[in-house]
């Protein structure tokens, strides 16, 4: 029964995590349809990327400052996520007619 519970700990921590609005996370892409709405494609990926660059910043003092080297492997692979989400070249994509989804009002 132990192992279960921690099971799903792990679970419910992993889905949290998940929804952080940063790139490669499930939140990130839903921040990004609804910014590139308002903003446009590009303006709302950079503005992503900052802020996933921030987050980045912040996990990384905490794990140093808690000594947890899983969240310390954490910021470093958002941080890199961050970097190579940068060098998207989002123009060409809004050139090909591609937009973010259309919600229901």
Partial sequence: MEILVLV???QAAHGLLNLLPVY???????TF?????????????????RAGQGV???GFVLAL?????WAL????????AQARSSSVSLPS???????????PS
């Fill in 24 to 30: 490669p996370f499930d939140g990130g892409q839903a």
């Fill in 56 to 58: 980045a910043l912040v």
């Fill in 93 to 103: 994509i809004e050139s090909l007619g591609c937009h973010a989804p259309v919600l």
């Fill in 65 to 69: 400052a808690f000594a947890t080297p």
């Fill in 33 to 49: 349809a609804v910014l590139s709405r308002w903003y446009g494609a590009t303006s709302a990926h950079l503005g992503l990327v």
């Fill in 8 to 10: 799903g700990r792990i």
């Fill in 73 to 80: 492997f954490g910021a470093v692979y958002v941080y890199a």
